[in-house]
């Protein structure tokens, strides 16, 4: 595979090795374990990063906790032309990230191009909003006092990432969180090293044609027991910002908690589509296609559960089966492929068992349904998209399972529609087709869908970084991204200034008269 980034200097493959830890100098120990990175097209090497130890850690943190105090007092949009350096970078090396990528996680080329450009999004969105970290002023009770809060860089901020989306969703808190004037400290998936590695070099050349200190982007490598264990009990950090399972979710915020610390949580998606009567059945089955089948179905926003009225369910079901048998699965650096492999061998097993449950519920395959083992599938992690017509009893459809398999389930009125969809744990994104103001607006009223992402005539997935992304229950509560998210990377001050001759107190408490000064 021809990747071009000049900075490394050997291709990749077996003779690829790359230091894992990077803190402003790339650190390697004496005799370092070593991570292997396994591309799930075909289960080759792709190379190996070495493995933090507990002393890099510390190391790290340190640099990350004394360039904070520098980074801090560097103006806002400052920081901000620094992150839009890097965005101009990112654009240079658009094609090899989204080719590295495709390569390690198996999303087709255009989503992995498309990926990048998500990176290249955030980090101009961030620019422009280095100029608005804006605090609001309000009126005092008090004669001659003045009121107001304003933002302050919070500290070194943790960003933990999944194997999904190994570049964006750092990009999103990274990004916003550099102009807010916080340090990151990032932990990608141990799936998905190399992609780390590649945008950090790409972060360190602006950084150091900058003179900027070092310590204000670090990278860490290792799994979540050993590395993000000593990020999430580590006092030195204010804020874990994590991506991953529902569990994972759980373990973090209890942890971090546990010291008063903060975090952001973008955890699992069960998203449900609901297609009303008068659904646009073209623009249905674009949506649907793209947000079942595309990445594979691994994203958080993925579309796992389709509520489909009655008098469309045949007609729609029919033509969804067509197009689903139609779906070319392979290489994803193919132009004719949809959808490529899995992430590695345990998603293939994890599909296995939700296809055993759902055969046990009693949930009938329309279609797929099966692992792809022969021939060129045989090296890698290959399953076929897989149709369910499934009812609201079985349980498997209540679990994310990271895999393209798609749940039909048929409703008679919105009511019911409204009650389907809300009925998971999880509640990232949603979305309805229809025309009818009336039920569109049902939809997105507070009694409609319960999630933080909620849609009309659009799919689930793919939401652009300009709003703020995340979601509610077991999705975790966290906005990351777009909007005022950016609050959460930075610390919130309320300032009283009083400029009269008098100390009057709030709630007009008279406290001193009798005394004498
Ligand atoms: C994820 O799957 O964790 O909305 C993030 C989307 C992408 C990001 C998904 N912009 O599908």
Known sequence: MDIHFPMFEKPFGEGFTHPGTFNGQWVIGGKPDYLESISPI???????????????????IHKAREAFLAWRKIPAPKRGEIVRQMG?????????????????????????EGEVQELIDIADFAVGLSRQLYGMTTHSERPHHRLYEQWHPLGPVGIITAFNFPVAVFGWNAM???????????????????????????MEEVLKENEM????????????????ELMTRDPEIPLISATGSVRMGKYVAKTVAERLGRTILELGGNNGVILMEDTDMELALQAVLFGAVGTAGQRCTTIRRLMVHEAILENFTDR???????????????????????????AVRQFEKAIAQIEKEGGKILTG??????????????????????????????????????????????????VLHNAVPQGLSSAMFTKNLLHAETFLGPEGSDCGIANINIGTSGAEIGGAFGGEKETGGGREAGSDAWKAYMRRQTCTINWGQDMPLAQGIQFGSGCTT
């Open 88 to 112: 101009l970078r990112f654009r240079d090396y658009k094609e090899s990230l989204g080719k590295l990528i495709t390569l390690e996680m198996g999303k087709i080329l255009p989503e992995g």
């Open 369 to 418: 349904g099966k692992v792809l083992k022969s021939g060129d599938y045989a090296k890698g992690f290959y399953v076929e998209p897989t149709l369910v017509m499934a009812h609201p009893d079985m349980s498997v459809i209540k679990q994310e399972t990271f895999a393209p398999i798609l749940y039909i389930l048929p409703f008679k009125t919105l009511e019911e529609a409204i």
């Open 320 to 346: 969804l089966v067509r197009a689903y048998k139609s779906i070319q699965v392979g290489d994803p650096f193919e132009k004719r492929t949809l959808m490529g492999p899995l992430i590695d061998a345990d």
């Open 176 to 202: 916003i969180a550099l102009v807010c004037g916080d340090t990151l400290i990032w932990k990608p998936s141990s799936k998905t090293p190399l992609s780390a590695v590649a945008v950090v070099r790409v």
């Open 213 to 228: 200190p070092e310590g204000v982007v670090n990278l860490v490598i290792g799994s979540g027991s050993t590395i993000g």
């Open 42 to 60: 075909d289960g080759s090497l792709i190379g190996r990063v070495s493995l933090t130890t507990e002393i890099e850690y510390e190391e790290t």
